[in-house]
T-cell receptor
Framework: TQLLEQSPQFLSIQEGENLTVYCNSS?????LQWYRQEPGEGPVLLVT?????EVKKLKRLTFQFGDARKDSSLHITAAQPGDTGLYLC???????????FGDGTTLTVKP | DTGVSQDPRHKITKRGQNVTFRCDPI?????LYWYRQTLGQGPEFLTY????????KSRLLSDRFSAERPKGSFSTLEIQRTEQGDSAMYLC??????????????FGPGTRLTVL
């Protein structure tokens, strides 16, 4: 069974601060996705990373895929209250079809 | 381009009743997935289809759960004889799998089931 561990589970910061959340596994994935989910809604895709060592930027969000494709990180610069939400990572092995999700990091950004 | 849609958004039922949920994927997406999510947890895989073929079912999916995708477009998930432990958010996702490359899934808004 492939497991993804996300840390920290909860994070509460002030507006303007920087933060990093982590997604770790002992398994290798073909690709990894990061999603953001708001209460009562489905996850919304932020990014897909495919290549080991890959770095992708989405405005103030920087995503990195580990060299061995077992882990990933999400760094947010100058966090804003609108960044508040549940951040989920999901690992995919293409031949397996399904994605394996972590339990997420709940981020609260206080104004 | 419309996204994944799910109906209903909310369902309250009494224990022992049957419920059915519908998912309409993004047009022309060949793969469709069902997940279940409880509070404080990430989505948990239930089953997925490629076109009309159901390719995998989770061992967590009891015999009370059945899913169909008869024409390779929309899908239904039925839960028979609901139990309080079935209360959860049921999420549908779809993807366009071309045989190579990534298989990024796009999620619908979910159906929140409450079993009383």
């Amino acid at each position: 069974t492939q497991l993804l561990e996300q840390s920290p589970q909860f994070l509460s910061i002030q507006e303007g601060e920087n933060l990093t959340v982590y997604c770790n596994s002992s398994s290798v994935f073909s690709s990894l996705q990061w999603y953001r989910q708001e209460p009562g809604e489905g996850p919304v895709l932020l990014v897909t990373v495919v290549t080991g060592g890959e770095v992708k930027k989405l405005k103030r969000l920087t995503f990195q895929f580990g060299d061995a494709r077992k882990d990933s990180s999400l760094h947010i610069t100058a966090a804003q209250p609108g960044d508040t939400g549940l951040y989920l990572c999901a690992g995919l092995n293409t031949n397996a079809g399904k994605s394996t999700f972590g339990d997420g990091t709940t981020l609260t950004v206080k104004p | 381009d419309t996204g994944v849609s799910q109906d209903p958004r909310h369902k309250i039922t009494k224990r022992g009743q049957n419920v059915t949920f519908r998912c309409d994927p993004i047009s022309e997406h060949n793969r469709l997935y069902w997940y279940r999510q409880t509070l404080g947890q990430g989505p948990e895989f239930l089953t997925y289809f490629q076109n009309e073929a159901q390719l995998e079912k989770s061992r967590l999916l009891s015999d009370r759960f059945s899913a169909e995708r008869p024409k390779g477009s929309f899908s239904t998930l039925e839960i028979q004889r609901t139990e309080q432990g079935d209360s959860a958010m049921y999420l549908c996702a779809s993807s366009s799998w071309a045989g190579v490359g990534t298989d990024t899934q796009y999620f619908g808004p979910g159906t929140r089931l409450t079993v009383l």
